[in-house]
Structure formats: structure tokens, C-alpha cells
């Protein structure tokens, strides 16, 4: 158990003292000790790929700041990575793929990726948990299977994943199968996460509200939740919690909370007030600061943080994050400012 469990209690919607808080790419390009890490490894997959760095810009943001939870630095196109797409990462251009799976051929070539090809992260995993000693819990992650296909079908990043969105409809039967195999790999990978020492594990649906409602459900959703059932218990046979976040996905929060998921995480177009009304105590909600709010002034910051946590009401269950991740301009004296508000104001709230 960690000595600070916040985040854990909060996931599991009993009562804290205080409003837990991690933010999304939490370590990352907006911290100058970062930068020079990354410098020194000569390249992000380089970073990522050594456990021992991976390890040391993982604990940065917690050093200048006091954060409740710690997240796994990797990155979510790892797996396709490990199914031989070819992952590099050109500056100002973002991920990109040497071999793109696109048509029919392709992707019935597609194969579960040997998980010994990931050992880099599962090892990352374990070094992050002991360099902790139990300080704050140790978040793993992946994509969702459906954000996975988007990258996988465009070979990189895109404007809307229009290729994507139109394989989807014009061959669902492709689509499925390209999204059943990227099922069997995120739950193996999220299983090897949680038996390495993850404490609680997310879903990043980056990509699923892009998506018709139909097509959500049936790319998307489903493929999350067949994840989330299949997911293990860790090495002291408890169930780790679960965390699903589906960026544009606020029309569907009714039936994101009948995942299985302990936790909705909410994008900033979503009122915290009526998502907790319409799922009532189901799940936790995590979020939900417009990131951009960041790069504006610290009175703003503060303004604006207390707003959400007013509006999440004081009941348990709420753990506090952007609604997307940082932005690598941001001022780390305003991620200050924010972590010092949750923790003040939350617990002016809670009482």
C-alpha cells in the first residue's frame, strides 16, 4: 500500500480528505529536466525504451511538485510498435509509422505482438514501483484498441483519421478484426503492466469520439470493456482499478459507466456537475481543466480550478486532471499553482 493512497480511495469512491490530483503527460516537454533527459537519451523512443530514464522523468514532476499519483512515461503506440509497424517520432510532426496497415492484406497479417518485445515498459514498470517505496500509487496505461487502428490505419497522425473513420463504415468486418487483435494485445499488455507493479491502469480512447454513436459502441466502447474483463488481479490477488477516458465522448457517459471502469475521465467540454448527475455514484470522475487554461495567468489557474472542484460537489470519488494532457508551453509555476488550489480548496470542501 502507499503512504499516499489518496488516489487509490479516490478511485474506489470512498472518502479522502482531500481531491487527489495527477495531470495527464504530467512529465513531459514543459519541464526543463525533461528536456535535458531527453537530450541525453538522442530521441523520445530512446527515452522511452530505457527503463532506468523512463524511470527518472517519470519521478521529475513529482520532485517539483505534490502530485498523488505517478504515471508510467511511455507512450500508446507501443504496441504497434511490437507488431512491426516501425514506430519513430519526427520533431513538430509527432508519431509516425514506417508500415501503415490499411487494406485488406495488411491487417489480415496483423499478429498478437510477442510481449517480450515490451519488456522494455513492463521492466520500466518495475524500476518506477521501487524507485517510488510506496511514496504515491503508479499509474500504467494504454490505448484503447480503436486509437490504436486510427494511427495504425493512417500511419501516423491525421486531421480526423478520415481513412479510419471510412474503413470503419465502408468495412466493419475489417475494422473488427483489426480491433479484436489490438483487444487481445491491450489486455495482454495492460495484464503484464499490472503483474510488473502498476497500481491502477488507463484507457486512452483518444481518438473514439470521432466516431458516430453506433460506431462508438461497436469499435470502441465494446472493445474497452472486453479489455477491462479480462484484466487480471496483482501478485497480492486484488483487482487493480480501472480508469477509461474517451476524449469527445461526454454524450456517452451512461454507458461508459456500465464498462466495468472505476473511473470516467472527462474531457473539458463536459460539465463535472451534470456528469455526476446523470451516472450518478457509479464510477469515479477524473478531470477536468481545459489544459489551455494553463497558459494563461495564475490567478486564472486558481479561478478556474476552484470552479471544477466546486462543481464536482465534495462527493467522494473525484480525482482532479486536465481535460486532455499539458501542452508542452506551460508554465510549471502554473501546474504549482494548480496542484497547491486542489489541495487547498478540496479540502476547505470536504471538511
Not at 99 to 112: F, G, M, P, Q, V
Not at 288 to 298: C, G, K, M, S, V
Request: proline content about 6%.
Amino acid at each position: 500500500m502507499s503512504h499516499n493512497d489518496t488516489f487509490l480511495r479516490a478511485l474506489r469512491r470512498e472518502k479522502t480528505g482531500y481531491t487527489p490530483v495527477w495531470l495527464m503527460r504530467q512529465a513531459g516537454r514543459y519541464l526543463p529536466e525533461y528536456n535535458k533527459t531527453r537530450a541525453v537519451a538522442g530521441s523520445f523512443m530512446k527515452l522511452a525504451m530505457s527503463p532506468a530514464l523512463a524511470t527518472e522523468v517519470t519521478l521529475q514532476p513529482l520532485e517539483r511538485f505534490p502530485l498523488d499519483a505517478a504515471i508510467l512515461f511511455s507512450d500508446i503506440l507501443t504496441i504497434p510498435d511490437a507488431m512491426g509497424l516501425e514506430l519513430s517520432f519526427t520533431p513538430g510532426e509527432g508519431p509516425h509509422f514506417a508500415h501503415k496497415t490499411n487494406d485488406e492484406t495488411s491487417i489480415r497479417a496483423l499478429s498478437l505482438p510477442d510481449m517480450n518485445r515490451l519488456r522494455y515498459v513492463f521492466d520500466a514498470v518495475a524500476s518506477i514501483k521501487k524507485a517510488l517505496n510506496q511514496r504515491v500509487p503508479l499509474i500504467g496505461f494504454s490505448g484503447s484498441p480503436f486509437t490504436l487502428a486510427c494511427y495504425m490505419i493512417e500511419g501516423g497522425s491525421s486531421d480526423g483519421f478520415p481513412n479510419a473513420r471510412r474503413l470503419a463504415y465502408a468495412r466493419p468486418d475489417l475494422m473488427t478484426h483489426l480491433i479484436n487483435i489490438n483487444t487481445d494485445a491491450v489486455a495482454a499488455y495492460l495484464n503484464e503492466q499490472i503483474a510488473a507493479g502498476a497500481d491502477a491502469v488507463m484507457i486512452f480512447d483518444t481518438w473514439g469520439g470521432l466516431l458516430s454513436s453506433a460506431a462508438y459502441h461497436s469499435f470502441s466502447l465494446d472493445a474497452m470493456k472486453e479489455v477491462l474483463r479480462r484484466l487480471q488481479p496483482n501478485a497480492a490477488g486484488e483487482k487493480v482499478p480501472t480508469i477509461i477516458f474517451t476524449k469527445g465522448g461526454g454524450q456517452w457517459l451512461e454507458d461508459m459507466a456500465r464498462s466495468g471502469a472505476h473511473a470516467l475521465g472527462l474531457d473539458w467540454t463536459t460539465d463535472i456537475a451534470q456528469a455526476r448527475q446523470r451516472v450518478g455514484h457509479q464510477v469515479a470522475l477524473q478531470g477536468n481543466l481545459d489544459p489551455l487554461i494553463l497558459l494563461t495567468d495564475e490567478k486564472t489557474v486558481v479561478r478556474e480550478t476552484e470552479a471544477i472542484l466546486r462543481a464536482a460537489g465534495g462527493a467522494p470519488g473525484h480525482i482532479f486532471n486536465l481535460g486532455h494532457g499539458i501542452v508542452p508551453q506551460t508554465p510549471p509555476e502554473h501546474v504549482a499553482a494548480l496542484v497547491e488550489t486542489v489541495h487547498r480548496v478540496s479540502r476547505e470542501i470536504l471538511n
